[in-house]
């Protein structure tokens, strides 16, 4: 999900090409802080400070939003040639960039290297697009964020943000309640998955707001009734927590998301114990399982890691240059690959197919299904069903403010769930 601080922060890489030297490790944390700080810079046209906290986001994260910017202040610093290396950089990893309406890189004009990259930044504005709609919420207020599917049954369930409540749809379109946060007592619907043997809904939900100091929490509920099975819930007293996406293995285990407390959480069928599976990451949000149910993929700010579910063990998976891992929000395996929703940072929001090699631990192909649409507004998640990928395409959670209100209502429009073929 796309939270408010997410929305600040939109993902080991380390640039080779670059020579950043004596630059320290920043911890999570820090980097979250670090890039407030870098965006403010910016914006105020303080590019000394954007320089000198830019390159260690650079290197810490490998986010190319960082490294488009962090080009921008080399230009405006007097330092051309660290500008262009950034430049051929994201040119290499397939970014657009149009730079040449870019006034940040006025002093590069007429830079024989510069008119090299903007040709090439254009030849990488391949316009892909291959999806149709599959259904409209009726409803310009609601604010979507997650979804799920029930192949057995053909529904899709479709969760709030704004209105606090689940929805069931068919694939034509006609849409009713299925729980409301009001009488189950949970709030903002994040991620959700329906269970294995399409019984039960999951969904990670969370509160930002205060008098109740925040909550998260993860639900079920049954398919059939809408009934609460059980719930599983932490407050923020001792620290931040923010429950995203989810997934759950055949056996029924329960794996999901801690964006602000940067872990990743377990739930075995068989107790009733949230147990810390895996930490220290930053920001996670989307998490996939393979069909074995061996390895799980966990997308933060950084880029996306593999971890083994029987060791634990985790590692990252390398692009190798091909391409970018960052700003990934939906994330599912499918036919070995993953399938993606991504934004590098320059609102070019894409639904990408990443191959990888899971013993080398890289990316060997990343190809684009659907390049970015005018009427998408920050496309959230999705569902794979029958060879299809189905995703939100327009959640417009900008307009939802932390207090829940929302800001321009009039302007909003109703949301619509596209779908892509993946063969």
Same mark, same amino acid.
């Given at each position: =999900?796309?939270?408010?601080?997410?929305?600040?922060?939109?993902?080991?890489?380390?640039?080779?090409?670059?020579?950043?030297v004596?630059?320290?490790?920043?911890?999570?944390?820090?980097?979250?802080?670090?890039?407030?700080?870098?965006?403010?810079? $910016?914006?105020?046209?303080?590019?000394?400070?954007?320089?000198?906290?830019?390159?260690?986001?650079?290197k810490?994260?490998?986010?190319?939003?960082?490294?488009?910017?962090?080009?921008?202040?080399?230009?405006?610093?007097?330092?051309?040639?660290?500008?262009?290396? @950034?430049?051929?950089?994201?040119?290499?990893?397939?970014?657009?960039?149009?730079?040449?309406?870019?006034?940040?890189?006025?002093?590069?004009?007429?830079?024989?290297?510069?008119?090299? $990259?903007?040709?090439?930044?254009?030849?990488?504005?391949?316009?892909?697009?291959?999806?149709? @709609?599959?259904?409209?919420?009726?409803?310009?207020?609601?604010?979507?964020?997650?979804?799920a599917?029930?192949?057995?049954?053909?529904?899709?369930?479709?969760?709030?943000?704004?209105?606090?409540?689940?929805?069931?749809?068919?694939?034509?379109?006609?849409?009713?309640?299925?729980?409301?946060?009001e009488?189950?007592?949970?709030?903002?619907?994040?991620?959700?998955?329906?269970?294995?043997?399409?019984?039960?809904?999951?969904?990670?939900?969370?509160?930002e707001?205060?008098?109740?100091?925040?909550?998260?929490?993860?639900?079920?509920?049954?398919?059939?009734?809408?009934?609460?099975?059980?719930?599983?819930? =932490?407050?923020?007293?001792?620290?931040?927590?923010?429950?995203?996406?989810?997934?759950?293995?055949?056996?029924?285990?329960?794996?999901?998301?801690?964006?602000?407390?940067?872990?990743?959480?377990?739930?075995?069928?068989?107790?009733?114990?949230?147990?810390?599976?895996?930490?220290?990451?930053?920001?996670?949000?989307?998490?996939?399982l393979?069909?074995?149910?061996?390895?799980?993929?966990?997308?933060?700010?950084?880029?996306?890691?593999?971890?083994?579910?029987?060791?634990?063990?985790?590692?990252?998976?390398?692009?190798?240059?091909?391409?970018?891992?960052?700003?990934?929000?939906?994330?599912?395996?499918?036919?070995?690959s993953?399938?993606?929703?991504?934004?590098? %940072?320059?609102?070019?929001?894409?639904?990408?197919?990443?191959?990888?090699?899971?013993?080398?631990?890289?990316?060997?192909?990343?190809?684009?299904?659907?390049?970015?649409?005018?009427?998408?507004?920050?496309?959230?998640? %999705?569902?794979?069903?029958?060879?299809?990928?189905?995703?939100?395409?327009?959640?417009?959670?900008?307009?939802?403010?932390?207090?829940?209100?929302?800001?321009?209502?009039?302007?909003?429009?109703n949301p619509?769930?596209?779908?892509?073929?993946?063969?």
């Amino acid at each position: =999900m796309k939270t408010f601080l997410f929305l600040l922060v939109r993902q080991l890489f380390v640039l080779c090409t670059l020579a950043f030297v004596s630059i320290p490790t920043l911890r999570a944390q820090d980097v979250i802080d670090n890039y407030e700080r870098f965006r403010e810079a $910016y914006a105020d046209k303080k590019y000394d400070q954007c320089v000198l906290l830019g390159e260690p986001l650079a290197k810490r994260t490998d986010h190319p939003g960082i490294q488009y910017t962090l080009a921008e202040c080399y230009c405006q610093t007097g330092q051309p040639a660290k500008s262009l290396d @950034l430049l051929d950089v994201l040119v290499e990893r397939g970014l657009s960039y149009a730079i040449e309406d870019n006034a940040g890189f006025s002093k590069l004009q007429g830079d024989k290297r510069f008119a090299g $990259y903007i040709r090439a930044f254009a030849k990488n504005r391949v316009v892909l697009d291959r999806s149709v @709609l599959s259904f409209m919420i009726k409803d310009s207020l609601f604010i979507p964020e997650g979804i799920a599917s029930d192949s057995v049954h053909h529904a899709f369930f479709v969760g709030s943000l704004a209105e606090h409540k689940v929805i069931r749809c068919a694939d034509g379109g006609s849409c009713i309640d299925f729980v409301a946060g009001e009488r189950s007592g949970f709030w903002m619907v994040l991620g959700m998955k329906v269970s294995p043997d399409h019984k039960s809904l999951w969904i990670c939900s969370a509160s930002e707001q205060d008098p109740t100091n925040g909550h998260s929490g993860i639900f079920r509920f049954d398919l059939s009734s809408g009934e609460l099975i059980e719930k599983f819930v =932490m407050d923020n007293k001792e620290g931040d927590h923010l429950f995203n996406d989810i997934v759950i293995t055949r056996d029924g285990n329960i794996y999901f998301t801690d964006s602000k407390a940067g872990k990743v959480w377990q739930k075995k069928f068989d107790n009733d114990v949230l147990a810390e599976y895996a930490a220290d990451f930053i920001y996670p949000n989307g998490i996939a399982l393979d069909e074995v149910n061996k390895v799980l993929f966990v997308a933060d700010f950084t880029g996306l890691y593999m971890i083994d579910i029987t060791t634990g063990k985790r590692s990252p998976l390398n692009h190798q240059g091909r391409t970018y891992l960052n700003g990934i929000d939906g994330l599912y395996y499918y036919k070995g690959s993953l399938i993606a929703i991504q934004d590098s %940072g320059n609102h070019d929001d894409r639904v990408v197919r990443f191959y990888y090699d899971v013993k080398k631990g890289t990316i060997t192909k990343a190809r684009t299904l659907q390049s970015v649409r005018n009427d998408f507004v920050i496309p959230t998640t %999705g569902a794979i069903v029958n060879g299809h990928f189905y995703y939100i395409a327009n959640s417009q959670l900008r307009s939802l403010q932390p207090d829940g209100t929302i800001t321009n209502p009039e302007r909003l429009v109703n949301p619509v769930i596209f779908k892509v073929k993946l063969e």
